[in-house]
Nanobody
Framework: QVQLVESGGGLVQAGGSLRLSCAAT????????MGWYRQAPGKQRELVAA???????NYADSVKDRFTIYRYNAENTVYLQMNSLKPEDTAVYYC???????????????WGQGTQVTVSS
């Protein structure tokens, strides 16, 4: 069973930085897309950033030029470097990964447990 373990959330002042980490554990053959989503109170979960296995990133307009997503395929990890944080970035951040546990297994789609990011003004 593939699991995602996140870390790195916390409380930071506006303008500060945080780095989120996510590690996939278990039996893994390959991980294709990895990404970070967030959900603020009373709002739907939204995509923050995603990255393909080849390293091509995709960002929500609201975080472009402030956040950077990167991954290490050999370690099955993905990171989100968040700079110039704003109070509106406050949310629970979730890691997501899609891949296969074996070459002939169906694709899995896993979520982490979520990590709280709070940005004070």
């Amino acid at each position: 069973q593939v699991q995602l373990v996140e870390s790195g959330g916390g409380l930071v002042q506006a303008g500060g930085s945080l780095r989120l980490s996510c590690a996939a554990t278990g039996t893994i053959f390959t991980i294709n897309a990895m990404g970070w989503y967030r959900q603020a109170p009373g709002k739907q979960r939204e995509l923050v950033a995603a990255i393909s296995r080849g390293g091509s990133p995709n960002y929500a307009d609201s975080v472009k030029d402030r956040f950077t997503i990167y991954r290490y395929n050999a370690e099955n990890t993905v990171y989100l470097q968040m700079n110039s944080l704003k109070p509106e970035d406050t949310a629970v951040y979730y890691c997501n990964a899609q891949g296969r546990s074996k070459w002939n297994a169906p694709t899995f789609d896993r979520w982490g447990q979520g990590t709280q990011v709070t940005v004070s003004s």
